[in-house]
């Protein structure tokens, strides 16, 4: 990180000094040289530093002059913002061709919408008019999995001018997978199925990244993305499973294992380091949910990793392959689930409802942190420090709740607002910080995106009726020491 202000060194900064440099840092960066030492920390907590950090983030909002802190009241807007706690978000709609296919994979990035219909991919530019700038129709067959990576972890990668671009990637039941980003294309073919899994992240074998991919063949092929393996990417193939790969993870603690889920809710490690004349070895444990469900959720961190199936989160200590703990739902299926366990939070959407559990605690239903009701089965599900974001298909809306307290604060149409009194729908959900899009269909304009951004709003939502959802528990429950 380099400072605008050359001969001194980060301990002579003072508050003035270190509030020009907050002009081009972040609220993360500040904080961090917060964490250097002690005089670093008296600066950057002084109210001129965040007064540029409120400036630069809202500069059409008038800095209050009050009791607080200016840095506790970035906190508290920032907060409020990544809340959706207002009723003035900046919004767009995109209407689709009634013809084709609803959307039924839906992913932000910084500056753009990317959805699937059938075998095409589409990306919007996001701006006060969603615009389509791209097309792929490079897969003959349904998209079956969408992922983006790193522009600069691909073979695609050209300049430092695209340093923070991302990389689109995407599987098919036309057996093969495909890259894409601006225009070009890349084709990996060697499945003999349908491709039905994308790892969650690419993995490192030191030298350069892999992309792991599963399908209907039961196998996992693992390609490189050395721009040098152009000609020759398939790295080796995995077998083991014994059914259709479900879902794929890296393990966080080891960015070279693997873990995979199929069907028959079978759990394998594999080391990707492994050579690859020697792929019976590349299993390096397995264990068996005995689940009564196939596998809809896996989320690595640490050293376990949360696998939910059927009725139940299953946590499996990867240097064990031993079951760490079990959340079981008795006689209800999960239907969607988000976990973040850096909060020590797990949230499962059921039939009628969402469940938010503190994994620290007795996995009973008595112990959960919230229940927040829904008017129909909770298939769509975000879940962040902030906010619990869920949506049933027939209702035509989703809900926001804040993780903390279980309160909801905010309902966000599927629609526009001035036609909410027809019938509308949602079909998919993808939430980045303060935005929002969802995909679903009105009753008077058929299939449509609605792209939402708290970041600028200033009006307070005020929501009519009386609180829908259960809490147990104080308002704050921080970690344990």
Known sequence: MSMPL????????DGDALAHCARHLGARDVASLAMACRPLRAAAYCDAVWYHLYRGQWPFQQVPRGALGIREL?????????????????????????????????????????????????????????????????HSARITCMRLFPLIDTPLYRSDAHRNEMALVTSSTDRTVRLCWK?????????????????????????CKILATGGEDCTIRLWSMNTRAKKHPLISTLHGHEKTLSLLSVAWHKSSLLV?????????????????????????????????????????????????AGSEVTAIDLRTMKKASVLALRNQR?????????????????KDKALLWDIRKPQELKHTVAELHSDGPVTLLHLDPYKVVMGAPWDGQVHVWETRTG?????????????????????????????????????????????????RSSVPVALPGKEVSKFWGSQEYDDED
């Open 74 to 138: 970035y906190i508290r807007r920032h907060t409020e913002v990544h809340q959706m706690k207002f009723d003035d978000p900046l919004s767009s709609i995109y209407y689709l061709d009634p013809t084709e296919p609803t959307p039924s994979h839906l992913m932000l990035d910084r500056n753009g919408v990317w959805f699937s219909q059938g075998p095409v991919v589409k990306r919007l530019r996001l701006g006060l008019d969603m615009e389509l700038v791209e097309t792929y129709r490079t």
């Open 6 to 13: 050359p001969g001194r060194t980060l301990v002579d900064l």
């Open 260 to 308: 995979s889920s199929s069907k028959d809710t079978k759990v394998k490690v594999w080391d990707t380091m492994a050579p690859p004349s020697s792929v019976s070895s590349s299993c390096v444990g397995g264990a068996h949910l005995n689940s009564s469900g196939p596998p809809i959720a896996i989320k690595c961190y640490e050293s376990l990793c949360y696998i939910a």
């Open 183 to 207: 225009g070009q294309s890349r084709c990996y073919k060697g499945h003999s199925g349908p491709v039905t899994a994308l790892a969650d992240k690419l993995l490192d074998d030191g030298e």
């Open 407 to 455: 309160h909801l604060v905010n309902r966000l149409s599927c629609d526009e607002p001035v036609k909410s009194g027809g019938r509308s729908t949602v079909s998919a959900m993808a939430v980045d910080g303060c935005r929002i899009v969802t995909a679903g269909s009105s009753s008077t304009r058929g299939s449509l995106l609605h792209y939402q951004d708290f970041l």
């Open 334 to 350: 999960i239907l969607s689930c988000e976990m973040l366990p850096s909060e020590w939070l797990i949230c499962t959407g059921i």
